[in-house]
């Protein structure tokens, strides 16, 4: 039983760090930039911020108790930049991750192998959470690396800096051996940049 609590609140950890990682990659920009596609076939990154949105609040409402693709989704419009401005878009960003957050807050460790539906695909609860948790990091990479080469001033690294690698394993070496999640660390000194 401690495993799987421990699974449910790693799974936590993991997407509040992804948000966050997202969150400070946008920050860095100019609001137009958001909002730039290098060519037809490429997504802006709000493009990518109205996907997530929209399988977020798909595949988590009613999650234990619905087919995550529900039938008001329209995924193809996803791919279509309807936000107004900066305000918007982060908010829905944050509609999509409430919605996520609510959800894995009814989950237990009874339900884990509970089977739910995508598509009509059955998942255990685990293998649908970690559906999610390899999908949404993928678009949140697509964002950072987006965000990287839009940035027309220096890039405030969201890992460890180039050339900082032995300072950083020296810190880490100098601790305590303990049992600890690494998003905690990573939360924080995210949340201590600008």
């Keep these: 039983m401690q495993a799987t609590k421990s699974y449910l609140e790693s799974t936590r950890k993991q ?11 946008m920050a860095q920009l100019e609001p137009e930039q958001l909002f730039y596609s290098a060519d037809e076939d490429t997504n802006s ?3 990518i911020v109205k996907h997530l949105q929209g399988n977020m609040l ?12 529900k039938e008001w989704r329209n995924r193809d419009d996803e791919f279509i930049d309807t936000y107004i401005d900066k305000n918007a878009l982060m908010a829905g960003w944050e509609q999509g991750w409430q919605c996520l957050f ?7 460790p009874e339900s884990l192998d509970s089977i739910i539906y995508i598509r009509n695909e059955g998942h255990t609860v685990v293998e649908a ?5 390899a999908h949404y990091p993928y678009h949140i990479g697509q964002i950072v690396f987006y965000a ?3 940035k027309q001033t220096a890039w405030e690294s969201l ?19 303990a049992i600890r999640n690494f998003t905690d660390n990573e939360l924080t000194r995210l949340n ?3």
Excluded: H
Excluded at 162 to 177: C, D, L, M, V, W
């Design 192 to 194: 201590d940049t600008k």
């Design 45 to 47: 990154i709000a493009v």
């Design 148 to 150: 990287k080469m839009l």
């Design 58 to 69: 798909s595949r988590w409402t009613d999650f234990l108790t619905s087919d995550g693709e």
């Design 15 to 25: 997407f509040l760090y992804y948000k966050t990682l997202g969150e400070k990659a």
């Design 102 to 108: 609510t959800a894995l807050d009814t989950v237990t």
């Design 159 to 177: 890992s460890i800096p180039k050339n900082n690698s032995a300072q950083y394993n020296s810190g880490k070496f100098a601790q305590e051996k």
């Design 129 to 133: 959470i970690n559906r999610q948790l």
